[in-house]
């Protein structure tokens, strides 16, 4: 394989990012934008280090990360050589504030999508984890002179310390930091370089899949500004919001993971209470991020599923992507076909035609306490993002 340097980049290289908290049909939206032409659908790409790399987790062609061809090509142009490094232990790693949920492929809030953790049977805990994507010795982004890396070839990657590193930079917590910039000389260049490989993971994945937009639905506000960092991308951001009610009802359910290869495990639960608490931060926290884009577009995942061919066809026109034939057999129902997603709602194992509609469970399912408590702790933004406080009452 051809190294890649970033010289051979395309100046502009659209990222289509899908920002908000989980569970609000971002990923099914990802896979959709996928199917269009000149789109490549890469999930939530903020894992790739936890989830695919050091976990090995399933490629949506059904294939072991490691054991992909499309992504072993990607890692190969950005990064060179690989060679064999230290598997992370996820006993340090964990409370994380993200997971998934499969759901009814006919109900796309049940798509919702997203951030995962890795749980006690999670095979990043496995020994003999292989060669991909770690060098031997990890990479001093405090040493490594201009972090911008330009002119520069490919080089070995240590994907623990890439982990390690997004742990520390790529989380809701570091966006005070990520905003201001205020933070000391050794952790800027540390963000330089972290925001190198990441852009160097987006560029190869345009070149080995030939699309000219990619698209990112990694939810965290914190990994859009890691990638506004990033010269070359041209990135537009997506804050796609849901009803909170919805939310916290989706977050008390108990899913399987079926992207994890060894043993068994589970998405994330929380209370609702909790749920209403991140609702609140992560919105607020995607919209402070306006400034730092190419484009801000806020949009509400129920006129997503109430209305999806139309909904992907102005999302097109925003990004200003020519006129792809949009892969709908009619007004609410998608075909999807395979492809090389790398984590996310378990929606996107899904293939053939898919039929979209509101899920509204929780208004009959979820306990009448917590649909008041979410709604008193939420309401300012509800009735800013124009959701009736009464669920009965009509959108």
Not at 283 to 304: M, P, Q, S, T, V
């Amino acid at each position: 394989m051809g190294q890649c340097r970033v010289n051979e980049k395309p100046k502009k290289l659209k990222v289509l990012y899908i920002a908000g908290l989980g569970r609000n049909g971002g990923t099914l939206l990802d896979r959709i934008m996928g199917e269009l032409d000149g789109f490549f659908s890469m999930g939530e790409f903020k894992f790739v280090w936890q989830k695919g790399m050091l976990a090995n987790e399933l490629c949506n062609c059904g294939k072991p990360f490691r054991e992909c061809s499309f992504w072993t090509e990607v890692q190969e142009r950005a990064f060179g050589g690989r060679e064999p490094g230290d598997p992370v232990q996820a006993a340090g790693h964990g409370d994380r504030e993200q997971t998934a949920e499969p759901g009814d492929p006919v109900q796309a809030a049940e798509h919702g999508d997203e951030q995962q953790t890795a749980g006690p049977s999670d095979p990043v805990q496995a020994d003999g984890l292989g060669a991909l994507g770690r060098a031997a010795e990890p990479v001093d982004p405090v040493q490594a002179d201009a972090p911008g890396a330009a002119g520069r070839a490919a080089e070995p990657i240590n994907a623990t310390w890439a982990f390690e590193v997004s742990e520390r930079i790529d989380r809701t917590r570091s966006l005070p930091s990520l905003l201001a910039r205020s933070s000391s000389a050794a952790a800027d260049r540390e963000l330089r370089r972290y925001a190198d490989l990441v852009g160097r993971l987006h560029f190869a994945t345009a070149e080995v899949s030939g699309a000219g937009v990619l698209v990112n639905s990694s939810k965290f506000a914190a990994h859009a500004l890691v990638l506004a960092e990033v010269p070359g991308l041209e990135l537009y951001v997506l804050h796609l919001v849901r009803d909170s009610r919805a939310a916290a009802f989706s977050w008390t359910k108990t899913k399987r993971k079926p992207e994890v290869v060894t043993g068994e495990a589970f998405l994330k639960r929380q209370s609702a209470a909790a749920t209403a608490s991140q609702w609140i931060y992560r919105n607020l926290a995607c919209a402070l991020i306006r400034g730092r884009c190419h484009k801000y577009k806020l949009a509400r995942y129920e006129d997503f599923a109430e209305r999806p061919r139309e909904f992907v066809g102005d999302l097109v026109r925003w990004i200003d992507a020519g006129e792809p034939e949009l892969p709908f057999v009619d007004e609410s129902t998608v075909r999807l076909g395979e492809s090389h997603t790398q984590s996310g709602n378990p929606v996107r194992f899904e293939v053939g035609e898919i039929p979209i509609r509101i899920d509204d469970e929780w208004q009959t399912a979820m306990p009448t306490a917590d649909k008041r408590l979410v709604t008193w702790l939420t309401w300012p933004l509800l009735m800013r993002y124009g959701y009736p406080l009464r669920p009965t009452e009509q959108r």
